[in-house]
């Protein structure tokens, strides 16, 4: 079996061609396992980052709950001043009371 010249011409071109496509691919695989590499890295970058905000969050979050109590302590505490305050108001009233009262009885024992 004879091929013409323009046949072997064909026959070397899609050689030539399929050879090229070959090269392409090759380099294509490799730089898709290149960006496949740095995606994964991102990811566990990005997942390393998310875990580290949660446990801030948490943090802060526990933070929050901590000072909210303080908050209502604090609150108490000055609730308790104040009943306190207005106690020792009402027991000055009434010493003031029984300091008049006495006075008046002295006065009374110093007239007789």
């Given at each position: 079996?004879?091929?013409?010249?323009?046949?072997?011409?064909?026959?070397?071109?899609?050689?030539?061609?399929?050879?090229?496509?070959?090269?392409?691919?090759c380099a294509s695989v490799k730089e898709m396992r290149e960006h496949r590499a740095a995606a994964e890295t991102a990811m566990k970058a990005a997942q390393e980052a998310a875990m580290k905000a949660e446990e801030a969050a948490k943090r802060a979050?526990?933070?929050a709950a901590k000072a909210e109590d303080a908050a209502n302590k604090a609150q108490s505490c000055a609730i308790k001043a104040q009943t306190a305050a207005d106690k020792a108001e009402v027991a000055a009233e009434k010493a003031e009371r029984m300091a008049e009262k006495c006075?008046?009885?002295?006065?009374?024992?110093?007239r007789k």
């Open positions: 079996m004879r091929f013409s010249e323009w046949q072997r011409l064909g026959i070397v071109l899609v050689s030539f061609l399929l050879f090229i496509f070959l090269i392409i691919g979050e526990e933070a006075e008046r009885c002295f006065e009374k024992g110093l």
